[in-house]
């Protein structure tokens, strides 16, 4: 298993456990990555509260080289997705999007390009005015 580093959108969360999440993540180098995120849900887990909805983050994550979960084990916030609290319209559109990308893509199926325009979508969301 190799360790990788790379930035995210956080398109998923699933609780798994009493303090784990499995997340879907679009990732800038690898494409969609599922994993799992272990002390994700603790108060002072190793992940700090970045893994929320739309959020762009930086993660290191081990890649398994099987079909099964990568382990996620740090992820830094560099962008929270906050739409939700001043328009529900935007918060749909910023779900779209995670949709869109969650449906459209495969797994391990890099694209750089539509990262980088999902990214800027999210971040022209977040920052339009009514």
Known sequence: MASEKTRAIVL???????????????????????????GARRPKGPFEGALDLLALI????LHKSSESLDLLTEAKLERRFRSAERDLPRLYAGYYVAE???ELTEPGDPHRELFRAADATLAEIGRAHV
């Open 58 to 61: 930086r993660i290191v994550f």
């Open 100 to 102: 869109l990308l969650n």
């Open 12 to 38: 998923r969360l699933v609780e798994f456990s009493e303090t784990s999440l499995i997340t879907t993540l679009f990732t800038e180098d690898f494409g969609k990555v599922g994993a799992l995120a272990k």
